[in-house]
C-alpha cells in the first residue's frame, strides 16, 4: 500500500451484475445494504445516482446517536461501477472516494470495494469495520 491508506475489500454473489448494481444504485434498496450492523437505522434522505447527482444518508446508532454521510456520485456504469465521495456531515471534508467495481463470476458477481483518501490508518480502520457489515448486508439484500 502506498501513499494514504485505503481499504479494498471482495465478496462475491450468485446474483448476476444488473440485480447487485441495481440493489446499489436504487434509492430504495440504499437502506438495505449501507450501513455497518441491522442494528442501525439508515435514513436515505437523498440518493441520485447519477454522475454529479448528491446523495445523504443518516445513521443512527444503536446507542441514540446520528451520523450523516453525505457525497458526490462520480461514475455511474450501468452493472459495473457505481463511484461517489464521502465525507460525514459537519466533519472537516476530506478527499475520500469509495468504488464498486461489478465483474461477471460464473452466472454471479464479483465485486470490488475500495475506499480511498483517508488521512491516517485510524481512520481507515473505523470505515472498515462499517464496510464489512454494509458487504454482509449487501449479500443478504441481493440473495
Excluded at 445516482?49 to 457525497?71: A, K, N
Excluded at 463511484?83 to 460525514?88: A, Q
Amino acid at each position: 500500500m502506498t501513499g494514504t491508506p485505503e481499504i479494498q475489500m471482495e465478496r462475491s454473489f450468485k446474483a448476476a451484475q444488473a440485480r447487485v448494481f441495481a440493489t446499489l444504485s436504487n434509492k430504495a434498496s440504499v437502506a438495505l445494504w449501507l450501513g455497518p450492523s441491522d442494528d442501525y437505522q439508515v435514513i436515505v434522505h437523498d440518493w441520485d445516482c447519477r454522475p454529479q447527482g448528491r446523495y445523504r444518508v443518516q445513521f443512527d446508532t444503536p446507542e441514540g446517536q446520528t451520523h450523516i454521510v453525505i457525497g458526490e456520485f462520480r461514475e455511474v456504469s450501468p452493472d459495473t461501477r457505481l463511484s461517489f465521495t464521502w465525507t460525514w456531515e459537519g466533519q472537516p471534508v476530506i478527499d475520500s472516494l469509495v468504488t464498486f467495481e461489478l465483474k461477471p463470476e460464473g452466472t454471479g458477481t464479483h465485486l470490488l470495494l475500495t475506499h480511498t483518501g483517508f488521512p491516517d490508518a485510524g481512520m481507515r480502520g473505523h470505515h472498515e469495520q462499517g464496510w464489512a457489515g454494509t458487504l454482509e448486508r449487501l449479500s443478504r439484500a441481493v440473495g
